[in-house]
Structure formats: C-alpha cells, structure tokens
C-alpha cells in the first residue's frame, strides 16, 4: 500500500495528515514547525511515504532541504496550484488544508515547484536586503525634499553623492532646520555606507564566479544583473528549453483562447519581479543609441521602428533571458559581430 503526507506549514505549527491510495486518513496531528519534530511524527506511523507534499512558502524551503536530506521523497508544490483546490473547501483550517495537501500528493494532481540551493539563497539574501537599503534611502531622499520645499529649498539635479552637501548648504545657518533635517542626512549617510558594503560583496561575487563574468560579456549586462540572474535560475539543466526561461520569468504574453476568441495579452509577471526589472534595464541600455552595435540591438532597434520603444525593451529583455541560458549552458560568450538579414529574421 502506497501513503501520502501533506504538510500545511504555519509560522508556529504545522498541520500534518497521512492517507492511504484510495484516500483514507491514516493519521492526523499537529506538531512544531521543526524538522526534527515532523520527522518524529512521520517516524511513528512506521509507514513508507510515496510523496510528502508541502505548498510554497518561506519557511519552506528549510524544511524541504532538512526532510530531503533525511531522506524522506518530499515535493514543494506550486503555492497558485494548492490554492485553487484548497479554496474550494466550504471551511478553511490548517486539518482541512493538510487534508486537501495530501489528496493532491494522492491523485498527483499538482505543480511541482525546483527548490533553489543554499548558495543561490544565500546570494538571493544579499541582493533582496541591497534593495531594501536602496528603497529607504530614497524615501529618506524624498522626505528631506518634501520638508525643504515648505520653505521654498529646492535641491535641483544632485547626483547621489552631490546630495548631502546641497541639502546642508541649502539649510545652513537655520538652526531649526538643521534640527530637524541632519538625523535624517545622519540616516542616509549610514545606509550609503551599509549599501556600498553589500556592493562591494556582490562585485566581488561576480568577480570571482565563472558564470557571472560570462554572463556579463552581454551587453547591458552589468555584475548585479549577472549575479541575480545566476541566483534565481539556480540550476540552468531544469530548462529544456532556453524559451522556458523567459515563461519562468514572467517575460511572455498571456494567451487567451477560448471559442472564437483567441489573443495575446500583456506579459505574465509570474517570475522574479527584481530579476525582471534589472532584465529590462539592461535592455533599455542595449537600445541607447550610445550602445554599441550587436545582434541583439539591430533586432531590438527593428522592433521599435514597426511598434514601440516600450514594446522593443520587452522583446530584447525576453532575447537576453533565452541568450544568457544558452550561454550557460554552452560556456560560451557573448559574440559582438554582427549578423546578416536573413539571420536577423531567425532572432525573431
């Protein structure tokens, strides 16, 4: 007889069920969020597991590594999948949840989601809490612009270091002022030191990692972009495709098929929204005219001139998601010369 575990994961306690083939419940319980405390449970129904199911999530991810290396065949589902099944349930419990888990391990009727390694967790952790340094200096920045702008103290266009010496020189001499504005200019002074710390981390990351500096012979492509890049696709062999990377990524249009009606609508947003971001950065770099000229711009800069600027950026940061797997995957780099008419119609 073959036996399904589902595991409805809270912060505190998690709701743990084990049914038979035909659906029958087993055994039922509650326990502590911790591995060895599943594991415990698990343990003492004596039974071999199939498949034990958890949804996604962050404390997830800890758990699913410490039961894998335990031994025990776990499987992280798609959180969208779990949802729409659990959903349907008239009442909603963590029992009921892990019940509905569990059935889903039974039937196989489920999303498998790849589970990221420790490294790329780790690099994911240093870019995601860049970010947020990044994101509070500029609220800092906003709110110290709004406050002077009562008083008719405009800062003007300062580049980021130029800043905190225009907001002093504004304010000197209004000891009120300068009550109330240098904790904050203190603040943002600390977060730059904070943020060019994680910088000098993350460049030094890509220095030293053979994939980064790949990656970074693309163009637009800087060590931030090649380091996330890398952190999120985590294993580049889970791809068949090199397309499949852009679908992961959020970067394809939906489609809409129904009887008569069939269209494309606005890419999917489903993946990395920061890795997406930073893609179409780099592909807003590509169609400077300052940029130099490769494969990827000419085909970019075709685009823009039969529709849109806007819709050529989302074209070229899909191309660099399929590229830079291809790259990956081969070791190869970027190739700057430039490409026929008729190779060019293949590109697209």
Same mark, same amino acid.
């Given at each position: 007889?073959?036996?399904?575990?589902?595991?409805?994961?809270?912060?505190?306690?998690?709701?743990?069920?084990?049914?038979?083939?035909?659906?029958?419940?087993?055994?039922?319980?509650?326990?502590?969020?911790?591995?060895?405390?599943?594991?415990?449970?698990?343990?003492?129904?004596?039974?071999?597991?199939?498949?034990?199911?958890?949804?996604?999530?962050?404390?997830?991810?800890?758990?699913?590594?410490?039961?894998?290396?335990?031994?025990?065949?776990?499987?992280?589902?798609? %959180?969208?999948?779990?949802? /729409? $099944? !659990?959903?349907?349930?008239?009442?909603?419990?963590?029992?009921? *949840?892990?019940? @509905?888990? #569990?059935?889903?391990?039974?039937?196989?009727?489920?999303?498998?989601?790849?589970?990221?390694?420790?490294?790329?967790?780790?690099?994911?952790?240093?870019?995601?809490?860049?970010?947020?340094?990044?994101?509070?200096?500029?609220?800092?920045?906003?709110?110290?612009?709004?406050?002077?702008?009562?008083?008719?103290?405009?800062?003007?266009?300062?580049?980021?270091?130029?800043?905190?010496?225009?907001?002093?020189?504004?304010?000197?001499?209004?000891?009120?002022?300068?009550?109330?504005?240098?904790?904050?200019?203190?603040?943002?002074?600390?977060?730059?030191?904070?943020?060019?710390?994680?910088?000098?981390?993350?460049?030094?990351?890509?220095?030293?990692?053979?994939?980064?500096?790949?990656?970074?012979?693309?163009?637009?492509?800087?060590?931030?972009? %090649?380091?996330?890049?890398? /952190? $999120? !696709?985590?294993?580049?062999?889970?791809?068949?495709?090199?397309? *499949?990377?852009? @679908?992961? #990524?959020?970067?394809?249009?939906?489609?809409?098929?129904?009887?008569?009606?069939?269209?494309?609508?606005?890419?999917?947003?489903?993946?990395?929204?920061?890795?997406?971001?930073?893609?179409?950065?780099?592909?807003?770099?590509?169609?400077?005219?300052?940029?130099?000229?490769?494969?990827?711009?000419?085909?970019?800069?075709?685009?823009?001139?039969?529709?849109?600027?806007?819709?050529?950026?989302?074209?070229?940061?899909?191309?660099?998601?399929?590229?830079?797997?291809?790259?990956?995957?081969?070791?190869?780099?970027?190739?700057?010369?430039?490409?026929?008419?008729?190779?060019?119609?293949?590109?697209?």
């Amino acid at each position: 007889m073959k036996y399904y575990v589902g595991l409805d994961i809270s912060n505190d306690e998690t709701a743990i069920c084990v049914a038979d083939y035909d659906g029958t419940i087993i055994k039922e319980g509650m326990v502590a969020t911790e591995p060895a405390a599943i594991q415990k449970f698990l343990r003492s129904t004596k039974l071999s597991y199939e498949r034990i199911g958890l949804e996604a999530g962050n404390l997830s991810i800890w758990l699913y590594w410490a039961l894998h290396k335990s031994g025990y065949p776990v499987t992280c589902i798609d %959180a969208r999948h779990a949802h /729409a $099944v !659990i959903g349907i349930q008239n009442v909603k419990t963590d029992k009921n *949840d892990a019940r @509905a888990i #569990a059935h889903l391990m039974r039937t196989n009727l489920f999303s498998s989601v790849h589970v990221k390694s420790d490294e790329s967790q780790r690099v994911k952790m240093l870019v995601n809490n860049r970010r947020c340094l990044v994101d509070q200096r500029v609220v800092l920045e906003n709110q110290i612009r709004g406050s002077l702008k009562v008083f008719g103290l405009k800062t003007g266009k300062v580049t980021t270091k130029q800043y905190d010496g225009r907001v002093r020189d504004l304010i000197d001499g209004d000891g009120e002022l300068e009550a109330g504005v240098f904790p904050l200019l203190d603040a943002r002074s600390f977060l730059m030191c904070e943020i060019n710390t994680l910088n000098k981390m993350l460049m030094t990351l890509a220095k030293n990692d053979p994939v980064c500096r790949l990656l970074t012979t693309v163009p637009g492509v800087g060590p931030l972009t %090649a380091v996330l890049y890398k /952190a $999120v !696709i985590d294993d580049p062999s889970r791809f068949k495709k090199s397309k *499949d990377v852009a @679908a992961h #990524a959020g970067i394809t249009p939906r489609k809409y098929a129904s009887g008569e009606v069939d269209y494309n609508g606005r890419i999917t947003k489903c993946g990395d929204t920061m890795l997406r971001s930073h893609l179409f950065e780099a592909a807003s770099i590509i169609l400077r005219p300052t940029m130099k000229t490769n494969p990827i711009k000419q085909w970019g800069t075709r685009i823009a001139k039969r529709s849109s600027l806007k819709n050529a950026r989302v074209a070229v940061a899909r191309k660099l998601t399929i590229v830079m797997h291809r790259m990956w995957m081969d070791g190869t780099e970027f190739d700057w010369g430039s490409v026929s008419p008729q190779e060019s119609k293949k590109m697209a």
